[in-house]
């Protein structure tokens, strides 16, 4: 059974910084795509950044504009979300996917099939 468990989140000003943990098990965590979205209250789940199983290559939403980056630690099964110059708009419940399926964009919630129970993200103006 898949778990992804989120952390770090909280509320931070206008400008600060947070980073993101999600903590992965019940899988073959070296060798899964990983990925974060957020929903913003009252809104559809987007995608905020992805990461292949080698970290060869990642890929942003196109609304973070060098401000965030996701690595991950292979070690310790955990990806990370490193967010910088958050903005009021970046207030959301964060979630880290897992279980990637190809058919699908990247982008797509469809195509990821493993979820965390999220973490809320509150920037203050």
């Known amino acids: 059974q898949v778990q992804l468990v989120e952390s770090g989140g909280g509320l931070v000003q206008a400008g600060g910084s947070l980073r993101l943990s999600c903590a992965a098990s019940g899988l073959t965590f070296i060798g899964e795509d990983m990925s974060w979205f957020r929903q913003p209250p009252g809104k559809e789940r987007e995608f905020v950044a992805s990461?292949?199983?080698?970290?060869?290559?990642?890929s942003y939403g196109d609304f973070v504009k060098g401000r965030f980056t996701i690595s991950r630690e292979n070690a310790k099964n955990t990806v990370y979300l490193q967010m910088h110059s958050l903005k009021p708009d970046d207030t959301a419940v964060y979630y880290c996917a897992a279980d990637y399926d190809l058919r699908y964009d990247e982008k797509d919630t469809s195509g990821w099939y493993a979820w965390g129970q999220g973490t809320l993200v509150t920037v203050s103006s």
């Open positions: 990461i292949t199983s080698s970290a060869g290559r990642t």
